[in-house]
């Protein structure tokens, strides 16, 4: 088997990869990102208030969560394509699935949090938010996976 699919085995059969357990974790980084947006808002001396909170942890989760299922739907389809799903061409292969979904999982939240009073944008474009949304996507997943990734090679002798 090569060394490749013999990790995305392991990955998927890792209790960690389970649909609970990766609910459980993607709230635990909205928690945190809304914990480190709170800090800088508050070293920034700006006022907080609960519904500022509740529309950033809105919006991270909403990252964090289309990231995680850019995740799935590559493994769902361009992995089956690649003869390594863990070389530097699978995981430049990725980048287009960590924008769309970093675009997605920062607008569609903001437009929410909008709309229930929990944030507030002036004029920023849809178009800027789906752009930036895609850099922060691409920004979080890099480090994700890596960590995953050598986590993997740990666990799993492919040498």
């Keep these: 088997m090569v060394p490749g699919r013999l990790l995305e085995k392991y990955l998927f059969q890792n209790r960690s990869q389970k649909p609970l357990r990766g609910f459980l974790r993607n709230i635990s980084y909205s928690l ?24 950033t942890f809105l ?37 287009p ?5 970093g675009g997605i999982g920062l607008s569609l939240p903001v437009l929410f949090a909008y709309k229930w009073g929990l944030v507030y944008i002036s004029v920023y474009p849809q178009s ?16 994700l ?8 090679i740990k666990k799993v002798d492919t040498f």
């Design 97 to 101: 699935f960590w924008f769309a979904a």
């Design 128 to 143: 800027d938010l789906f752009i930036w949304g895609g850099i922060i996507g691409c920004l979080i997943q890099v480090p």
């Design 59 to 95: 919006i991270s989760t909403g990252i964090f969560f289309f990231g995680w299922g850019a995740e799935r739907l590559w493994y769902a389809s361009i992995s089956k394509m690649v003869q390594n799903p863990f070389s530097k061409f699978a995981y430049l292969t990725r980048i």
């Design 145 to 152: 996976q890596l960590n995953i990734y050598k986590l993997l």
């Design 32 to 55: 945190g990102a809304t914990a480190i947006a709170a800090i800088f808002i508050i070293l920034t001396n700006k006022n907080i208030s609960w519904q500022s909170l509740l529309g």
